[in-house]
Structures are given as structure tokens and as C-alpha cells.
């Protein structure tokens, strides 16, 4: 799997810090937020007209495939 940028960051962290509850909860929302952000960027690649049903289910499908680790 290709690791994200937020991933990235997480790993150097907890390399040199303490986690508290809020870290934790300051990086889930990173997270969520730059998933948002990759299948925006994903979605953008389709066209607006016939795409648009199936794009949604497509752009989560690609995050899963290439950033979700299991």
C-alpha cells in the first residue's frame, strides 16, 4: 500500500512524542480530512454528466485500494 502524507507524519511522531487523547484526536480528523480531499481530487478526474452516480462509489473504492491499511 502507498503510504499518505498524513500517514507519514503519524509514523515520524510516534517516533518522538507522548500521544494524548487530543493528538489522537487532532490526527483522525487529519486523516478523514485528507481522505476527503484525495476522493474530491479522484472525482475530479470524471466527468460531471454520466459519471456522477457512480463516481462517489469509485473514488472510495480507490482510497481503499491504494491508502487503507489492513
Same mark, same amino acid.
Given at each position: 500500500?502507498?503510504?499518505?502524507?498524513?500517514?507519514?507524519?503519524?509514523?515520524?511522531?510516534?517516533?518522538?512524542?507522548?500521544?494524548?487523547? /487530543?493528538?489522537? &484526536? !487532532?490526527?483522525?480528523?487529519?486523516? #478523514?480530512?485528507? %481522505?476527503?480531499?484525495?476522493?474530491?481530487?479522484?472525482?475530479?478526474?470524471?466527468?460531471?454528466?454520466?459519471?456522477?452516480?457512480? /463516481?462517489?462509489? &469509485? !473514488?472510495?473504492?480507490?482510497?481503499? #485500494?491504494?491508502? %487503507?491499511?489492513?
Amino acid at each position: 500500500m502507498k503510504q499518505t502524507a498524513v500517514e507519514w507524519l503519524i509514523e515520524e511522531l510516534e517516533m518522538n512524542i507522548l500521544w494524548t487523547d /487530543k493528538a489522537r &484526536k !487532532a490526527v483522525h480528523k487529519a486523516k #478523514e480530512m485528507e %481522505k476527503e480531499q484525495i476522493s474530491k481530487a479522484f472525482n475530479n478526474g470524471f466527468s460531471t454528466t454520466q459519471w456522477d452516480k457512480i /463516481k462517489e462509489n &469509485k !473514488a472510495e473504492q480507490y482510497y481503499n #485500494e491504494t491508502f %487503507k491499511s489492513e
